[in-house]
């Protein structure tokens, strides 16, 4: 199992085309992903999941993989959301 602190603050509330990003890449992968807060569990291949939960932009996130795969899935989630908050943070 691995568990990555991520800063999610300036993408929260998760918009539609990043919760289709990150549920097209996590489908990519065997291992299971979540993004867990304050107890809260949101699983990374379910887009509507990430759509209708709400995670504050008051804490950091804790992303979580366990699986044949989770080095190579940590890697590719952690990615497409430092390339969503590169395009996202330009003028």
């Known amino acids: 199992m691995i568990r990555t602190r991520i800063d999610l ?3 929260l509330p998760f918009t ?3 919760a289709a990003q990150l549920a097209t890449i996590s489908g ?3 291992c299971s992903l979540t993004l867990e807060q304050d107890g809260l569990a949101v699983n990374l291949k379910s887009m509507l999941g990430m759509l209708s939960q ?3 932009p008051t804490s ?3 992303l979580v993989a366990d699986g044949t795969d989770e ?3 940590t ?3 952690v990615k497409t959301i430092r390339d969503y908050q590169a395009v996202e943070a330009r003028p």
């Open 16 to 18: 539609r085309v990043l």
């Open 71 to 73: 080095a190579a899935a």
């Open 54 to 56: 709400t995670m504050r």
């Open 9 to 11: 603050k300036p993408l």
């Open 60 to 62: 950091d996130v804790t």
């Open 28 to 30: 990519h992968y065997e």
């Open 75 to 77: 890697k590719a989630v």
